[in-house]
């Protein structure tokens, strides 16, 4: 079975570009969140997405968005970027089984975006 | 801010030898913990979950011990190998829609 697909791979934008990083959860999956990972440290929490609503956001400016499609397929989008916006972001999916959407996630590969 | 860390920031440990990797939590009303293992370049992989009603729960050679009188948390991992070098994270459940993870421990095995 396929696990939790990230694309792309590899990012390089410039300061002020906007971006867009997609995510195709396991299978089966009805939840998807996302994380943003700086270099050294563990994931931060961005948003959780549950049956295409958004449930949970995390503190991040109103720069970062996201959206769930109905094939529980999600994009996360950045706009204006900054240097600080370099990092790994991280897709994780979960079944989201008793409205406790955030047990047993499964992550991506991530995405590497830099901005220089 | 994050409510999960970790005592120690690396462990060296002997290839054949047991680790310990401990985690402190804050959020006294979190259920449900998970420890993640992430090798460079690749996404966090998920090892071992417990729920706050356990105190104890075994996999294939990791062991997670959770005592919640002081907020305390371990991965125990048998036999270890050069395979098992990664970094390693815990996280915990603080609301229904997130995990919060601490800084993570870097173990190194020693051949």
């Known amino acids: 079975d396929a696990g939790v697909t990230q694309s792309p791979t590899h990012l390089i934008k410039t300061r002020g570009q906007q971006v867009t990083l997609r995510c195709s959860p396991i299978?089966?999956?009805?939840?998807v969140s996302w994380y943003q990972q700086v270099l050294g440290q563990g994931p931060q929490f961005i948003f959780q997405y549950y049956e295409k609503e958004e449930r949970g956001r995390g503190n991040f400016p109103d720069r970062f968005s996201a959206r769930q499609f109905p094939n529980y397929s999600s994009e996360l989008n950045v706009n204006a970027l900054l240097l600080g916006d370099s990092a790994l972001y991280l897709c994780a999916s979960s079944l989201g089984l008793a409205g406790v959407i955030s047990y047993e996630q499964y992550f991506g590969p991530g995405t590497r975006l830099t901005v220089t | 801010g994050e409510s999960v860390g970790l005592h120690l920031p690396t462990l060296s440990v002997q290839e054949g030898d047991n680790s310990i990797i401990n985690c402190a939590y804050s959020n006294s009303a979190s259920d449900y913990f998970i420890w993640y293992k992430q090798e460079s370049g690749k996404g966090p992989q998920f090892i071992i979950d417990i729920r706050s009603n356990m105190d104890k729960r075994q996999g294939q050679r990791v062991t997670v011990l959770l005592n919640k009188t002081v907020k305390h948390l371990s991965l125990q991992i048998a036999a270890t190998q050069p395979g098992d070098s990664a970094v390693y994270f815990c996280?915990?459940?603080?609301?229904?829609?997130?995990?919060?993870f601490g800084a993570g421990t870097t173990v190194t095995v020693r051949a």
């Open positions: 299978s089966g999956h009805k939840s």
């Open positions: 996280a915990e459940n603080t609301d229904d829609y997130k995990l919060s």
